[in-house]
C-alpha cells in the first residue's frame, strides 16, 4: 500500500532513514526536528512493515518565461531486504501521478552517488543541474573592499536579491522561510553563512554558505559578482589558508529533472537542498 505518513508512523520513518543513510546524527536529528512534515512524505508498506519512502519536498521553479511548482525528490530509500522488487519504481511512478494532480510541472532530484545517475534516468530525470569547483588560495596582499559578517534572518531578502541576480534561468527558487531554514542549519549544525558588504555596511554585495571540516574550508554555496575579491575577504576573516568553492557552473553534475510534459531540459542551477 501506499500514502502519505502520519505522525504515528514517524518512529518507523526515521528508522528507516538511519538504516538507509549514514548521515551525521545531528543533521538527522535536525532535519527531523525542523524540516520534516509527514504529509510530505510518501510511503510503501508491506502490511505495517515500512519498506520504502520518499519525501515530496514543494518548490517553485523559475523558467526563462514563467515560475512553475516542482516537487523535490528527497530521502528515497528502500529498506535492504526489500530492494530490488520494483518498490521505488512504484513511489516515484505515484509521485509523478500526484504531481500532475496538484499542478506540479516536474520532480526534480539530487543522485547521493554519480551512478544514481543513470539509476534515475530509467525513471525519467535528465541530467539538468550543475556546479563548478575552484580551489584558491589566500592572497596576502588582496585588497580589502568593505566587511565580511555573520548573515541573519534580516539579510533573507538581500540574500534572495543577490541569489536571483547570479542565475539565470532555470533555477530554484528560494522563499524566505527556505533562507531562514538554510541559516539556521548552518548555524545549529556547526556552518558558517557570511555577507560581503559595501563599505558603507548596507548593501550586500555577495554571500556565502561555509563549512568547516577535515580539508579544510569549504563554501558550498558562494554567489557574488566579484567572487575572487569575497573569497579573499572571506579567507581573511576565517584565518584560512585555502578553501575549496562550489558556486554555478558546468563542470559537476549536481541534480536531474523529470517534467511531466516532456518539456525540454536545459541546463540549470539548484543547490543547498539539504544535500
Not at 25 to 50: H, I, S, V
Not at 195 to 201: F, K, L, P
Amino acid at each position: 500500500m501506499i500514502r502519505f505518513a502520519e505522525p504515528e508512523d514517524s518512529a518507523a520513518v526515521i528508522d528507516l532513514w538511519n538504516r538507509c543513510f549514514g548521515d551525521d546524527r545531528a543533521f538527522t536529528d535536525w532535519f527531523f526536528q525542523n524540516r520534516y512534515c509527514p504529509e510530505d512524505t510518501l510511503l510503501y508498506l508491506d502490511g505495517d512493515t515500512l519498506c520504502a519512502m520518499v519525501q515530496m519536498l514543494p518548490y517553485q521553479l523559475q523558467k526563462a518565461s514563467e515560475t512553475v511548482a516542482v516537487t523535490y525528490i528527497y530521502g528515497a530509500c528502500t529498506a535492504p531486504e526489500y530492494r530490488r522488487r520494483g518498490r521505488m519504481a512504484e513511489l516515484l511512478q505515484e509521485s509523478f501521478r500526484l504531481d500532475q494532480q496538484k499542478g506540479r510541472a516536474a520532480s526534480i532530484l539530487i543522485p547521493a552517488e554519480p551512478w544514481l545517475f543513470g539509476f534515475y534516468k530509467k525513471y525519467g530525470y535528465d541530467t539538468a543541474f550543475w556546479v563548478s569547483n575552484q580551489q584558491l588560495e589566500a592572497d596576502p596582499q588582496a585588497t580589502i573592499v568593505g566587511e565580511i559578517r555573520p548573515l541573519t534572518d534580516a539579510d533573507c531578502a538581500a540574500l534572495d536579491h543577490v541569489y536571483r541576480n547570479c542565475l539565470t534561468a532555470p533555477y530554484l527558487c528560494r522563499t524566505a522561510k527556505d533562507w531562514e531554514k538554510q541559516l539556521q542549519m548552518f548555524r545549529d549544525l556547526g556552518g558558517m553563512a557570511l555577507g560581503w558588504y559595501a563599505a558603507d555596511g548596507q548593501e550586500l554585495m555577495g554571500y556565502a554558505f561555509l563549512w568547516k571540516n577535515d580539508d579544510g574550508l569549504w563554501a558550498q554555496e558562494l554567489m557574488g559578482q566579484h567572487r575572487e575579491t569575497m573569497i579573499q575577504m572571506i579567507l581573511q576573516y576565517c584565518h584560512a589558508d585555502s578553501m575549496k568553492v562550489t558556486f554555478p557552473g558546468t563542470e559537476q553534475r549536481l541534480g536531474c529533472i523529470h517534467y511531466h510534459d516532456n518539456s525540454p531540459v536545459e541546463p540549470g542551477y539548484f543547490n543547498l537542498l539539504f544535500n
